[in-house]
Nanobody
Framework: QVQLVESGGGLVQPGGSLRLSCAAS????????MGWYRQDPGKQRELVAR???????NYADSVKGRFTISRDNAKNLVHLQMNSLKPEDTAVYYC???????????WGQGTQVNVSS
């Protein structure tokens, strides 16, 4: 099964930047859309950004203009560049593949992002 492994989370001050990476253990070229979701304890998991195989992107209103998603099918990587981070961006960030398909994990294990002074 293709696994998704996130990295790049950590502690950053407000206004800072982080770059999250999602490394797939197999090819992502056949996966229609790759995305990033986030979840705070006690809250619902929410879509942050998504990118299709054709390069179309969509973002949550709360991150537009600050976050950028990209994918590298040749390297089986998906990145989320996060700039101008705010305390409300604090959450566990999950990599996601869509649509569900046999042999491909839908979610990674998550990476924690903390934005605090």
């Amino acid at each position: 099964q293709v696994q998704l492994v996130e990295s790049g989370g950590g502690l950053v001050q407000p206004g800072g930047s982080l770059r999250l990476s999602c490394a797939a253990s197999g090819s992502i070229s056949g996966i229609y859309a790759m995305g990033w979701y986030r979840q705070d304890p006690g809250k619902q998991r929410e879509l942050v950004a998504r990118i299709t195989n054709g390069g179309s992107t969509n973002y949550a209103d709360s991150v537009k203009g600050r976050f950028t998603i990209s994918r590298d099918n040749a390297k089986n990587l998906v990145h989320l560049q996060m700039n101008s981070l705010k305390p409300e961006d604090t959450a566990v960030y999950y990599c996601h593949s869509y649509p569900p398909q046999i042999g491909v994990a839908a979610w990674g294990q998550g990476t924690q992002v903390n934005v605090s002074s």
